[in-house]
Antibody
Framework: QVTLRESGPALVKPTQTLTLTCTFS??????????LSWIRQPPGKALEWLAR???????YYSTSLKTRLSISKDTSKNQVVLTMTNMDPADTATYYC?????????????WGQGTLVTVSS | QSALTQPASVSGSPGQSITISCTGT?????????VSWYQQHPGKAPRLMIY???KRPSGVSDRFSGSKSGNTASLTISGLQAEDEADYYC????????FGGGTKLTVL
């Protein structure tokens, strides 16, 4: 069974750097075809895709946020880390990680439960 | 990728069918080969309902179906049930993802 769980600070101050961790089980991110994405959702608003890292360490970023984002993986720990610099109140959102096995399903499945991050001084 | 436009809300009565549209602004219809749909209940994580335009993951009811014509994809839910009331998001994948603005489905 594949599970994902996001963790990180619930509250960050403006201008600080956010570091989020996605810890997963049930698959290996070194297996060909596995891709893990981060997606966020401000309260009451739509989903926004942020970044993706693949089994071969290929990385992709949202065009509008790429200067602020960095994604990395630690295969031995079954973790993917997302950092976002220069946080702003507009970055207040629930942050999700989600899996895609590109060889099977071009869809994000499953998703973690999400972690709410509030940006406030 | 271009943006995806969904209606803000749709509604239907139990047993009826509804369709949610998802229109891309790009004239390149090849950008919409990998369209997926997600259901999100309040306070919950999204759930994949349809991928590759019209395929259902294991465990998703066959009351959910997807289609595409040109640059417009559609999600149809037949035999509406109270539990279908949720937000629905379309998404298009190339190497990155773009999501629609979401549609709130109300079961009357």
């Amino acid at each position: 069974q594949v599970t994902l769980r996001e963790s990180g600070p619930a509250l960050v101050k403006p201008t600080q750097t956010l570091t989020l961790t996605c810890t997963f089980s049930g698959f290996s991110l070194s297996t060909s075809g596995m891709c893990l994405s981060w997606i966020r959702q401000p309260p009451g608003k739509a989903l926004e895709w942020l970044a993706r890292i693949d089994w071969d360490d290929e990385k992709y970023y949202s065009t509008s946020l790429k200067t602020r984002l960095s994604i990395s993986k630690d295969t031995s720990k079954n973790q993917v880390v997302l950092t976002m610099t220069n946080m702003d109140p507009a970055d207040t959102a629930t942050y999700y990680c989600a899996l895609m096995d590109i060889t099977l399903i071009r869809g994000l499945d499953p998703w973690g439960q999400g972690t709410l991050v509030t940006v406030s001084s | 990728q271009s943006a995806l436009t969904q209606p803000a809300s749709v509604s239907g009565s139990p047993g009826q069918s509804i369709t949610i549209s998802c229109t891309g602004t790009s004239g390149d219809t090849s950008s919409y080969i990998y369209v997926s749909w997600y259901q999100q209940h309040p306070g919950k994580a999204p759930r994949l309902m349809i991928y590759d335009v019209n395929k259902r993951p294991s465990g998703v009811s066959d009351r959910f179906s997807g289609s595409k014509s040109g640059n417009t994809a559609s999600l149809t839910i037949s035999g509406l049930q109270a539990e279908d009331e949720a937000d629905y998001y379309c998404s298009s994948y190339t190497t990155t993802w773009v999501f629609g603005g979401g549609t709130k489905l109300t079961v009357l």
